[in-house]
């Protein structure tokens, strides 16, 4: 199915980096769901770069709804999300028409699409195409919310620095909501970003960690086999670009642990059936639990950097190096992070749907 | 699609632990593959359960082919197997009916099927359902040997025993695909075991780490959005009970490198374009860059341990104490191995018959 | 997707017409749904040869369940259905090998699966394979009936012969259901049988028209583009190997009359919302309106036939005459009313569990 | 999957007659496929409203590409087509916010949608949005005519006036590309178009037949079971608003042959394998044969009629009268023949994208 996920409801995501637009048509959305266009236009907010650590690319990002809302409410039909393309400097990427970037998809896109594929930019491999991602996220996270699940995604990890892990939920994951660089533990944040300007000066990038809570989620949903609530969130959150592992719970954690010390107890608690602690992240035989769902997303480092790389002419197959310009950043983590959230929420609420 | 898997080719898993048989429905093979009874029945033996680190209970697990091959080929039309079970003592789970197992899928699966369940034996969600798993895989991996591509996987971490990492590819692969415990050093193996036979004399279990590598995958599969390489592959990988993180190439340890350390350099060697490292695991984009796929599995300790626990009464939803007997398995990654190979297998055949 | 078909229930089909079984899976019905294996058997007497305007071959045909249902109920995870084989004269064929039958699937087979298809009897093309439909349908018409839905399928045309339309819903539907050859008006009978016979001494076969209604359907159910209620209706119902044509209503009969004529107005009788006409049979838009659903398919004749016809031998392609031996069906309009029933009570179900 | 058809190739249509756009998206085009921007406007005009014989709304129907075309090639990523509504006379559909038109999608919308629907115009019920669908076909056209596939739609019938049927393709199929108005005996082109007028001179309407042919298809394409041609085909075609029945070769006319008259006969024709009639359609055991696809649609009247009708209030549920003001054309069946010739194209670049 390509560039379109999900069964009940469905995303489409499409454009280009330097094409006339890219969006999403998001398909399946009962009729009646309020559309809130300033929390959409808040949520991409959240994505845009920022200040010295991000790229110097700066992006309207005004999303038009062109169907599907009607009175301001969803009707029922697919909703389409347009967002225009307006500060391309396409010039700036001249050599790269012919010279793979390392760590970028240039040559396999060359290989898939033949040489056919629109190079500019990164095309439709751009994670520019996340902003479409972004606006359906805003819409389902809204419905989430008045079904009593709220989601929130924090840098755990970037450029050497840790913020602490969830302790406190519901209320870490409403402060996160309300904060534009996302730690649990603020004075995280200066030395993150720190770290980021310090790649940044060094030519160079930074990759990190992001861990993402789900509060509410209802038990007894997701399947045995094949839609497991990990293979269907892990199906989706490889395609955030730069995420390259994905663990629920204790995830890497377990290899060294026993079994005595890695089940979670069941207890009634105030006539709530509840974990003592927490170890399959809210999943058990792929079905969520009603604990809090738990995941890390390990994100590499940008790979656009301005050091000198060795790398091959697409063109004549000839090695070559290559020195990066164009404006880039020097870590995706923390505007992947509301990118995490969205595409949480995407498969959590196709989830619900199921009968 | 619940417990079906796969576009161009798609597998259907059924069956419970203790009913009359378990099974898998093959569809969309081209016609005209060879199936070779004698490879199916060895990958199943190094599915099944050896010696004292495994489960007592033994299944001859004889896989009877019921439709789609003719004269030992496939047909193009779907292939059934299946696996009568034989071995079931379901008088060893009697107290099950109404204790919640730590760790497992009881609780989840009496929430979501309503008490309705087969929860003898773990029912549906039993690992033994991935016999069904190995079967189709080993079809599978046959057509892709034909093809060139050759799949392995080893224990790297198992009980606090660490085996190297691979290497020698494809040197490497052949070595594992003719071990009964898939070690890359065999002088690791005994450590291994005796780390299982530990926790078992402790009436405890241990997790593991599985790495996969796969060689000969051609370049150019897998797409930008959604459906790459990784998303497909860590969706049915979770299907593997346990499996509880996937990650490709350095995965979390990406999040310690920057960028200069972590872009795979494309170098031209002998007229074929490879990367000078392999960091990205082969798949650049979500699409396979023409380097060997490798990830690694997180396995968590197999559940049903010997020491008391503390859980609750289903049907009472009253706090209890449980103590399980019966049969298990101490540790089972090693049983998971060929599990893995057959998921891979199943996943990367099916990209490969995309036009 | 081939061989399955469905969203929230998925029937999987398998098997040969000469091989060692046939079969289905049938995912996602929900847990706690009943499994009358007297009535299977019952629906599966319907779609049995009867007497002498049937063919010779004469099966067993029962079917066992593998996996899914325990305590009478099922689980909620894959049902699996299998019928053995057993009245299998392969020898009859062997002509048949090479010789491709007109009417039939010989040659497309050949094309499609070169050569490596099970050719006896037609193998995967076997009317046989219906049986597996039929079982799934037994499950899920009792399924429908506990929610106030009833389907029924009469004989509108055989050779020529007509039998009267629906006039009495649901009291029509009622008495189909208790009959073994399905028309409305029981004179009737007998002509279509002494038709069949006529063309079966002349060493021919006949076609028919099957028609189907509907009861109890609410209204809201099918989406407005390709998942209408007609295309999913379609979509499964050219599946029943012989049928040509599907209409909805009036059908074809829309094409002589103007929009006055053709539009059902919409009345309130007793607080209930109908049209005063049903040209639509009961779908407006793509979805259910809560009148019945009526539908009617077009159904060829058996290609099966004594006489000798033209026709080309596979492995040469030279022209070549075939007289077709071995035992068939004069007219299988009458057997593949149960298979109408069962498919539409598969799109219906499924259609039902969307939320 | 709702507004999204296919499996290789898929369209996502969206958009609401009175809202800001309507469009669709195209994913799963291969790499390199010319996009001529002058055939998209060619089909576009033969969809539009003509002369007396159809609506007064007036749309300029200006097709934007704004992904996945790059150079005037596709570029393997989604094509998305953007068409802005203009002429959109929202205050001629007052009185339809609360009255059902007979015949229409508004009560079934009313139910499904639970009011929140866009009832303007039809919202996305209109046969509008088959602008998108033929924006794709234009494409997907042309694609195939370089492989050497064509497809041609006549109007078999209209208004009691009926066409000759195809007799000598591949001629007919080009001579129809070439006409405004696809008749293949071109003197009953004033003659239906009388039939329609004094249908509109009544405030009335009629329907019609569509017959579609298809040349050139190579044989071996299509699935034994669910994913026949015939199926596949139906799925597709019942979207087209007001098409009630689909059949293939003799369709219907198969209940009144015997199997002898039916059945084709295979010849060697200039080493060519040949059927010597046509009446399975080129489809047989659901897969293609290798000659002509001929298929019918039939079309009922279109249901919007000046004439005074009897409906309900959706508001109320209570029986009124309704007078049916606003632009509406006396007939579609003209303008959908190239939605048909659209909607086959896509079905059958799809399946031959099967490897």
Redesign the interface.
């Known amino acids: 199915?390509?560039?379109?996920?999900g069964?009940?409801i469905?995303v489409?995501?499409?454009?280009?980096s330097h094409?006339?637009?890219?969006?999403a048509?998001l398909?399946?959305m009962?009729?009646?769901i309020p559309v809130d266009e300033e929390f959409i236009a808040y949520q991409m907010s959240l994505r845009k770069s920022v200040g010295a650590i991000s790229t110097a690319r700066k992006e309207a990002d005004e999303v038009?709804?062109?169907?599907?809302v009607?009175?301001g409410?969803?009707?029922?039909?697919?909703?389409?999300f347009?967002i225009e393309n307006q500060d391309t400097k396409s010039r700036d990427y001249g050599e790269l028409a012919y010279k793979?970037r390392?760590?970028?998809?240039d040559?396999?896109?060359e290989?898939?699409?033949?040489?056919?594929?629109?190079f500019r930019g990164g095309?439709?491999?751009s994670g520019r195409?996340t902003a479409g991602l972004v606006a359906v996220g805003a819409v389902v996270i809204s419905a989430l919310k008045s079904e009593g699940i709220t989601i929130g995604t924090h840098i755990l990890?970037?450029g050497?620095v840790n913020d602490r892990t969830f302790n406190n939920i519901p209320a870490d994951i409403d402060s996160l909501n309300n904060k534009e660089f996302a730690v649990l533990d603020d004075e995280k944040a200066d030395e993150m970003k720190s770290a980021i300007l310090s790649?940044k000066n060094?030519g160079?990038?930074?990759?990190?960690?992001l861990e993402t809570a789900v509060n509410g989620m209802p038990?007894?949903?997701?399947?045995?086999?094949?839609?497991?609530v990990?293979?269907?969130l892990?199906?989706?959150?490889?395609?955030i670009?730069a995420?390259?592992?994905?663990?629920?719970?204790?995830?890497?954690?377990?290899?060294?642990?026993?079994?005595?010390?890695?089940?979670?107890?069941?207890?009634?608690i105030n006539?709530s059936?509840c974990?003592?602690t927490n170890?399959?992240?809210g999943i058990?035989?792929?079905?969520?639990?009603?604990m809090p769902i738990i995941f890390?997303c390990?994100?590499?480092?940008?790979?656009?950097?301005y050091?000198e790389?060795?790398?091959?002419n697409l063109k004549t197959?000839?090695?070559t190096d290559l020195q990066i310009k164009g404006r880039h950043d020097p870590a995706i983590v923390h505007r992947a992070r509301v990118v995490a959230d969205s595409v949480t929420a995407i498969v959590l609420y196709d989830l619900l749907?199921?009968?």
């Open positions: 199915m390509k560039n379109t996920f069964n009940n469905a489409t995501l499409f454009g280009e094409g006339k637009a890219i969006g048509v398909d399946g009962p009729a009646g038009k709804i062109v169907s599907g009607f009175n409410m969803t009707t029922g039909t697919p909703v389409t347009i793979a390392p760590g970028h998809a040559y396999t896109a290989i898939k699409y033949k040489g056919f594929q629109d095309g439709h491999f195409i990890s970037c050497g790649a060094d160079d990038s930074v990759g990190g960690i038990a007894g949903y997701g399947e045995p086999w094949f839609d497991t990990e293979g269907l892990a199906h989706a959150l490889f395609s670009p995420v390259k592992g994905v663990e629920f719970g204790a995830g890497f954690r377990y290899a060294n642990m026993r079994g005595s010390q890695a089940n979670d107890s069941f207890r009634n006539n059936i974990t003592s170890n399959c992240g058990l035989g792929g079905i969520t639990d009603g890390r390990a994100v590499k480092p940008t790979p656009s950097i050091k790389q060795q790398t091959i197959n000839e090695d749907r199921n009968k």
